[in-house]
C-alpha cells in the first residue's frame, strides 16, 4: 500500500525543475533549542542549555522518552527529534544513534507498540537512540514559536492536521480528484478485477479528499524537495544529535528504511565525490537503493502518469488521507495485494497494520516525489538539476554499510537493493536479504516492524553496529 500511493508523485510533472530532460548548469520532557546549527565542517558549539517539561506537556503521540526540536537555518521550518534514553542496565554505546524514516512517513512507523518497537528495541540494547521527523512529518513544526507549536500538537486529532500549517487553492481537490479517478483506473487495469467494487474506493477517495480541503492553508508553501533533505534537514538534525549526546569524535551511527536509506545512500555519495568527512560511523540502509530502473518495483506501474498529457499541477499530494481511505479495500479482495505492499502474509497483527496504515503517512509535496521519480530513469535519482547522478559516485564513500532487502518487498525488491549494494567497495559493504522459501517472507515494512524482525532482523543490525561502534 505504501508503494502504491508513493508512486504519486507523477501527478507533479509541473511542480518542479526534475528529471533528464530539465538539464541545468551545474523523564519524558519536550525541549526546544535555538539555532541554526554548524555544519560537519566547522567547529561546533558546546551544548546549550535545555529548557525541559514535565510528561504532560509532550504531545501524547509522541511516545518516545523526549521530544526535541531543531530549527533548520534559513528556513522557518523546527524539525522533530524523538529520543529513547538508553536503558541503564545495557552496556552504553559510544555513538549515539539516528534513524531515518521513508518517504511521507513519521516516527510511529519505528515505534508502533511496545512490543513491536524498533527504536525502543534498540535503546534497550544501550544506544542513544533518535529518530528524526523531516519538515513536513508528523511533529516537525512550521511558522510556529515552541509555546504555539507544543499548544497545537496537543489538540491536533491526526497527523494530517499536524503537518498542515497553512490558505487554500480553488483548483488542488479538483485536480486531486482527477488524479484518483486515474488512480483507480490503473489499479483495475493492471489487477484485472471487475469494477464495480472500485465504486466505492473511488467515491472514498472523493469524500477524503473534500476533507483534506478543509485541512488546507499556506500549501503553496509545500515547495520543498528530496535535496532540501539532503542537504539541510539531516545534517541540521545530525549535528543537534552529536552536540547535544556529545558523542565520542562526534560521529554517529544511522540507519534508514525507505527513503532514510535513500537519504544516507546520497550523503555518502556526495560527500565521497566532495571528499568531504560525512560524520557517520556506519549506516544501515532496509529496503533502499538508488536505481530501480532494473528492478520489478510495483512502483512501475504507476509511472505512465508522468507523462504530460497525463499529468496535473498538483503541489501536494495528501498521502496519508489516501491510503486511510483504500485501507478497508485493501484488507479483503481483490484488493488485499495492496496491503502485501507494507507487509508479508501474516507477519503484521491486524490492529498494528492498521495502526499503521492510519497513523503513519502524512502529506507530501509533489517536488520531493517527482524528484524521487529519477530513481526510474536511466542512471538512477538525480539531484534537482538532473546533473548529479548519485549512484555515480556511491564508490567513493568511506564508511561501513549493511545493507538489508526482504524477499518480498514489492517495493524495493532485493534486486534493487542490490543495483546499489554492488557498487559499494566491496570491504565496506555487507549485504543481506531476509526470508526463506518456506517463511517467514519480509515484504517492505516488515525489516523495521515485522513480527518476526526483533528475532532475525535486528540482531544482524545489532551485531553490525556493535562491530563499528567500538572504533
Known amino acids: 500500500m505504501s508503494g502504491l500511493l508513493s508512486g504519486l508523485s507523477s501527478v507533479a510533472r509541473l511542480a518542479g525543475p526534475f528529471g533528464r530532460k530539465r538539464r541545468a548548469g551545474p523523564g519524558a520532557r519536550s525541549v526546544s533549542v535555538p539555532g541554526p546549527w554548524p555544519t560537519a565542517n566547522r567547529a561546533r558549539p558546546p551544548a ?7 510528561a504532560g506537556e509532550k504531545p501524547a503521540i509522541c511516545t518516545a522518552d523526549e521530544l526535541h526540536y531543531v530549527p533548520v537555518s534559513g528556513s522557518e521550518w523546527k524539525l522533530a527529534l524523538w529520543r529513547y534514553l538508553p536503558s541503564p542496565n545495557a552496556t552504553r554505546r559510544n555513538h549515539p544513534l539516528l534513524l531515518l524514516c521513508g518517504v ?11 512490543e513491536a518497537s524498533f527504536a525502543r528495541h534498540m535503546s534497550n540494547q544501550g544506544f542513544d537512540t533518535w529518530i528524526l521527523e523531516v519538515r513536513g512529518a508528523g511533529l516537525s513544526a512550521r511558522h510556529l514559536d515552541y509555546e504555539e507549536a507544543k499548544r497545537s500538537l496537543n489538540t491536533v486529532s491526526d497527523w494530517t492536521e499536524s503537518a498542515l500549517l497553512a490558505g487554500q487553492n480553488s483548483n488542488i481537490i479538483s485536480q486531486l480528484r ?8 490503473i489499479i483495475e487495469k493492471g489487477q484485472n478485477v471487475v469494477p464495480s467494487p472500485l465504486v466505492g474506493l ?8 473534500e476533507d483534506f480541503q478543509k485541512q488546507l492553508d499556506v500549501i503553496e508553501n ?14 541540521t538534525a545530525m549535528d543537534y544529535v552529536r552536540t547535544y549526546s556529545k558523542s565520542k569524535d562526534s560521529k554517529l551511527l544511522a540507519i534508514g528504511h525507505s527513503m532514510g536509506g535513500i537519504l544516507l545512500y546520497a550523503m555518502l555519495s556526495r560527500y565521497g565525490k566532495e571528499g568531504k568527512d560525512t560524520g557517520l560511523v556506519s549506516v544501515a540502509t532496509l529496503g533502499s537503493s538508488l536505481d530501480y530502473t532494473s528492478s520489478r518495483s510495483s512502483l512501475k506501474w504507476l509511472l505512465p502518469l508522468v507523462e504530460p498529457a497525463q499529468a496535473l499541477n498538483v503541489p501536494v499530494v495528501p498521502l496519508g488521507r489516501l491510503i486511510a481511505a483504500a485501507h478497508p479495500f485493501a484488507s479483503r479482495p481483490p484488493f488485499s495485494w495492496l496491503n502485501l505492499q507494507i507487509s508479508a502474509q501474516d507477519m503484521m497483527h491486524p490492529k498494528l497494520m ?9 502529506t507530501v509535496p509533489a517536488r520531493l516525489l517527482l524528484q524521487l521519480t529519477t530513481a526510474f530513469q536511466d542512471g538512477g535519482l538525480c539531484d534537482r538539476s538532473g546533473t548529479f547522478l548519485y549512484k555515480d559516485h556511491i564508490d567513493k564513500c568511506n564508511v561501513p554499510i549493511l545493507a538489508l532487502a526482504g524477499d518480498l518487498d514489492l517495493i524495493c525488491p532485493p534486486d534493487a537493493v542490490y543495483e546499489t549494494a554492488k557498487l559499494i567497495p566491496e570491504h565496506l559493504l555487507t549485504y543481506k536479504v531476509f526470508g526463506e522459501p518456506g517463511g517467514p517472507h519480509y515484504a517492505h515494512y516488515d525489516l523495521v516492524g515485522g513480527g518476526m524482525a526483533p528475532a532475525q532482523v535486528y540482531p544482524c543490525i545489532i551485531q553490525f553496529l556493535n562491530c563499528h561502534d567500538r572504533t
Do not use: C
Open 178 to 185: 482527477d488524479f484518483s479517478k486515474k488512480l483507480v483506473d
Open 104 to 114: 511521507g512517513t513519521n516516527a510511529i512507523g519505528y515505534d508502533l507498540s511496545p
Open 48 to 54: 546549550p542549555v535545555l529548557r525541559a517539561l514535565v
Open 354 to 362: 492498521e495502526k499503521l496504515v492510519m497513523n503513519n503517512f502524512g
Open 202 to 209: 473511488q467515491e472514498r477517495l472523493s469524500s477524503t479528499l
Open 222 to 235: 509545500y515547495d520543498w524537495d528530496f535535496d532540501h533533505y539532503l542537504e539541510e534537514d539531516v545534517p
